[in-house]
């Protein structure tokens, strides 16, 4: 109060504020300083009596009443007073017997006249700058005289104790100065300190640390040591200036404001020292704005950073186009390939089902009868139905899901004569959404939507993450609906919900949004271990009996046995297959493995006998090894028996031509070029391949059994396989496996999904 006519408002003021938060109205009246200092004495007590301080503190650059910036000592007060300042905080502290680490705090006005504020009781924000002037960890001093010990016994005699040098700490918040200090949020895109000789950082931060509004603002201390003063400064400025903390605002620049401001470089500042002086505030207009250029605008990132940053992403994985591929790989070359045509002559033999087979195709079945009808349907049928996985799993599992929409819509028209009998063609979700965008800067909406204009009779598939939709991490709950929606509305007309850990709650949003959105909906049980292995007690049977009860009381439409890693063995099969069967006998059941281990055909007519109505497979030149098994050797295989599927290999072979055209040359230097493991009949013979999905080929030349001991699924097989060979790990490829399983056990012995 500076005018006698203000103090009976103000004091009322104060005591309503007071009446209204607390319930008391009571007001202390305090003596009224002018531009003080604010000045606080170190201390330390053991409770016996004995106390000894550790100098002093100039806390007196502050915003109201929060320190900002700290040094140690207060080299700018006559010693004589701080003398006199030191002997009245051990004096009142020593009265009390004080235990503990405790700072006496006092205001010093401009004629040296000195008053007491309070006593802190416990270690402070700032105690760095005295830790470092005086060479002594306050932190383990207070757990040892809490231990019991006394100030001589850990050595703090008052006459040893004496500062060496000046220390200065600024305390980095995530604030925006600009907006009244405002605290920001968001991601901490780039974290990165100047530390060096003299400097020293306190804080926990880090580069994709999430910055939340719950908590205090405050990101990191810095604290600067020097034999001067000035040298000090220098030291603090330059650690400021070099730091780079993005993704969110700080006050560096306002901190350099202050730092530079000649009345701080006299060491002479009051606590009204940034109320004076509002151009501090000014961080647009500040020299400084170039040395926090992106917190204050974040289009304004450094190039050379930029640089960095794209330098070390082809260090790790190579090239965007090629993944580090040959460079002669990325050469323009004619993109001319092979389209498949219908045959002229009528097929060798007749389908034996052909009454069986709805007109219009199997989507016809599912927009007339809805998605019960056509669960009823299929269960009815006689023969086993396939669904085509070449448009997502085969070349997510061989060629890193980079299948262009181009190449996708060179040979639709054909697809959808030729496998007009398929239960469904799989096309989208999983990774197929997430490269679309990222690596081929493609929309996924757009390809699932051109596609479907271009097969518009054979349903379309896609596999939906649970919670997680097509991402990486969980999702609002309308998120997942509204994606369901749109997804039905594009195109999509059966959603194959999973979850990798079979987690029942994860499972029910995805099916719960599916059935929301309209849509045939397959509940999906990861399958993992051997239920043909007594010894594999942990995913028996009655794992999965039970969870096909739990799903089909969810609703489900169909049930599917998603086998990521290809560890159904025929055996294995035919029991899982049987024993859902009985649970659940009005369900369809649908059978999905990789072909890692070469058992893949052998088990899906294995858990076609059994009782499955429909198989994963892929066309010959995008199956066997990591993807699904070939749908030429089940076509053959079946062909004129009970389970016929229908299909007629002499159709099915260009389409065969088409993708051997697409996918060929990764093995020209070693082999014919054939890639697919069906010799089915070709019309025509393909022209030079353009190369263009060479650099994505894992370079797998043969099937490997032992994915029985190490159960790394069909994608993820390939993917880890070419980024050790990146790391120059290829010798090493067998202990990755081996290390893989042993990690798998150290984690519980978990389904795995590809991604995990």
Not at 367 to 395: F, I, M, N
Request: one cysteine or more; glycine letters at 8%; charged letters at 20%.
């Amino acid at each position: 109060v500076r005018r006698v006519e203000d103090l009976i408002p103000f004091f009322n003021s104060a005591s309503s504020e007071a009446k209204a938060s607390f319930g008391d109205g009571s007001v202390f009246i305090e003596r009224f300083v002018d531009r003080p200092r604010h000045i606080e004495i170190q201390i330390i007590g053991d409770g016996k009596g004995n106390v000894v301080h550790l100098w002093e503190r100039d806390c007196s650059v502050q915003r109201r009443h929060q320190k900002v910036i700290e040094m140690a000592p207060a080299w700018t007060l006559p010693m004589e007073l701080r003398t006199k300042l030191h002997a009245d905080a051990v004096r009142l502290t020593a009265a009390a017997k004080y235990k503990n680490a405790g700072t006496v705090e006092f205001l010093v006005d401009a004629e040296g006249r000195y008053y007491f504020i309070e006593v802190n009781p416990r270690i402070q924000v700032e105690h760095t700058v005295t830790e470092e002037v005086t060479v002594i960890d306050l932190v383990q001093a207070q757990f040892r005289v809490a231990a019991g010990a006394s100030l001589e016994e850990i050595g703090l005699v008052q006459d040893r104790i004496s500062v060496r040098g000046v220390a200065i700490q600024c305390r980095v918040t995530t604030e925006n100065v600009e907006r009244d200090f405002a605290p920001d949020t968001g991601t901490l895109s780039v974290y990165r300190h100047s530390a060096g000789f003299g400097m020293r950082m306190d804080g926990i931060g880090y580069s994709g640390m999430t910055i939340t509004p719950y908590y205090d603002s405050l990101l990191v201390k810095y604290t600067a040591r020097g034999s001067t003063f000035g040298e000090t400064l220098l030291r603090m400025r330059r650690a400021l200036q070099e730091a780079r903390i993005r993704g969110v605002k700080t006050n560096i620049p306002f901190l350099l404001n202050c730092l530079t401001h000649p009345q701080f470089e006299s060491g002479k500042v009051t606590t009204s020292f940034i109320d004076e002086n509002p151009d501090l505030l000014s961080i647009s207009t500040s020299r400084w704005n170039f040395a926090d250029r992106s917190q204050v605008d974040m289009k304004r990132v450094g190039f050379v950073e930029k640089l960095m940053r794209y330098l070390a992403n082809l260090a790790v994985n190579g090239h965007p186009a090629a993944l580090g591929a040959d460079p002669t790989t990325l050469h323009k070359i004619s993109s001319d390939v092979f389209t498949p045509t219908a045959p002229k002559t009528a097929p060798a033999t007749a389908d034996p089902y052909s009454a069986d087979f709805p007109k219009g195709g199997w989507r016809s079945v599912l927009l007339k009868e809805g998605p019960k009808g056509y669960a009823k349907r299929v269960r009815e049928h006689k023969g086993l139905l396939l669904t085509d996985t070449t448009w997502r799993d085969a070349h997510q599992s061989l060629l890193a899901t980079r299948m262009r929409t181009k190449d996708l819509l060179g040979c639709a028209a054909y697809t959808s004569e030729a496998l007009d009998r398929c239960f469904s063609l799989e096309m989208w979700g999983g990774a197929t959404f997430d490269v679309s965008m990222r690596f081929l800067h493609e929309c996924p909406w757009e390809r699932l939507e051109q596609l479907r204009a271009a097969v518009p009779n054979v349903p379309f598939q896609m596999l939906l993450r649970g919670a997680n939709a097509v991402g990486y991490t969980n999702y609002p709950d309308n998120v997942v609906y509204k994606f369901c929606e749109q997804a039905k509305k594009s195109g999509i007309d059966i959603f194959r919900v999973f979850d990798s850990l079979n987690y029942l709650d994860n499972l029910k949003l995805g099916v719960d949004a599916a059935l929301a959105a309209g849509a045939f909906v397959e509940g999906a049980i990861s399958y993992t271990g051997d239920v043909a292995n007594p010894a594999k007690t942990k995913y028996n049977l009655e794992y999965y009996v039970n969870l096909a009860r739990e799903l089909q009381a969810m609703g489900v439409h169909s049930l599917a046995i998603k086998d990521m890693a290809g560890l159904l063995t025929p055996r294995s099969a035919s029991l899982l297959v049987s024993a859902i069967r009985k649970e659940c006998p009005e369900l369809p059941i649908h059978v999905h493995t990789h072909d890692t281990a070469g058992a893949g055909v052998a088990s899906m007519l294995a858990a076609a006998e059994a009782g499955a109505d429909i198989v994963d497979v892929a066309i010959d030149a995008m199956s066997g090894l990591t993807s699904q098994p070939s749908l030429g050797a089940m076509v053959a295989n079946l062909a004129g028996s009970r389970l016929d599927t229908g299909l007629d290999p002499s159709m099915v072979g260009p389409l065969n031509s088409y993708w051997e055209t697409v996918r060929s040359n990764l093995y020209v230097p070693f082999e014919s070029g054939q890639l697919s493991t069906l010799g089915m009949h070709v019309l025509t013979a393909a022209p030079s391949s353009p190369h263009r999905y060479v650099p994505f080929e894992s370079g797998q030349l043969s099937t490997s059994s032992d994915v029985y001991e190490h159960e790394i699924p069909g994608g993820q097989y390939t993917n880890l396989l070419y980024q050790s060979r990146q790391l120059g790990l290829s010798a090493k490829w067998p202990e990755i496996k081996a290390m893989y399983a042993k990690a798998n056990l150290l984690l519980g012995d978990i389904p795995k999904v590809t991604p995990l």
